[in-house]
């Protein structure tokens, strides 16, 4: 199976786009980066372990929550509204 996207055979294609943004970022005052998750994880972020057992042992304690990005899932407002509820 072919893809019907045209696949570029050589980055001399992209040579003069690539120069004007070279020159762009050198006359910036400054550059924002968005990235996710993996920016951080290739600085050596963890999302566990010893610091957040340290700056988040009470949500540990609480919510049960192991680590940073599964904490970020946690429906904290939900939980509390369907067991308020239920009793």
Do not use: P
């Not at 990005?69 to 067991?83: A, E, K, N, P, Q």
């Amino acid at each position: 199976m072919f893809s019907r996207i045209w696949t570029k055979r050589s980055t001399e294609d992209y040579s003069e786009g690539i120069g004007r943004l070279a020159e762009a970022v050198k006359e910036a005052d400054a550059v924002v980066i968005g990235a996710g998750s993996g920016l951080s994880t290739s600085a050596g972020l963890t999302y566990s372990g010893e610091r957040f057992e340290k700056y988040f042992g009470d949500f540990i304690a609480k919510y049960h929550i192991w680590d940073m990005y599964s904490g970020g899932f946690y429906l904290f407002r939900i939980i509390r509204t369907v067991i308020y509820q239920l009793f």
